[in-house]
Nanobody, 122 residues
Framework: QVELVESGGGLVQAGGSLRLTCAAS????????IGWFRQAPGQGREGLACIRGDGGTTNYADSVKGRFTISRDNVKNTVYLQMNNLKPEDTAVYYCAQGCGLGFGVFEFGYWGQGTQVTVSS
């Protein structure tokens, strides 16, 4: 059974940090592009960060560039999103997916996680 499971969300004060984890089962992340996305209430889905299949190339949306870092551990079959200097506008449900895209859009990927809630208080 193919599954992506996000974890690591929670409540944090503005300026704080969180690290999200995307763990895969049923398939290997190695060699596949993996992206992190978020969706806030009443808004569309936003692509935030992408790590390419080569493991070294990363791309970020302007809204998170310099604050968020995506990385992967192929041994653990896991992708991470380190989020620093969090702001109240970062409050959303965060998802990982097997695919990449940046900015607001419609992302039609085969595999998505169930999401993890991040809430940033001011």
């Amino acid at each position: 059974q193919v599954e992506l499971v996000e974890s690591g969300g929670g409540l944090v004060q503005a300026g704080g940090s969180l690290r999200l984890t995307c763990a895969a089962s049923g398939f290997t992340l190695d060699g596949r592009p993996i992206g992190w996305f978020r969706q806030a209430p009443g808004q569309g889905r936003e692509g935030l960060a992408c790590i390419r299949g080569d493991g070294g190339t990363t791309n970020y949306a302007d809204s998170v560039k310099g604050r968020f870092t995506i990385s992967r551990d192929n041994v653990k079959n896991t992708v991470y999103l380190q989020m620093n200097n969090l702001k109240p506008e970062d409050t959303a449900v965060y998802y990982c997916a097997q695919g990449c895209g940046l900015g607001f859009g419609v992302f039609e990927f085969g595999y998505w996680g169930q999401g993890t809630q991040v809430t940033v208080s001011s």
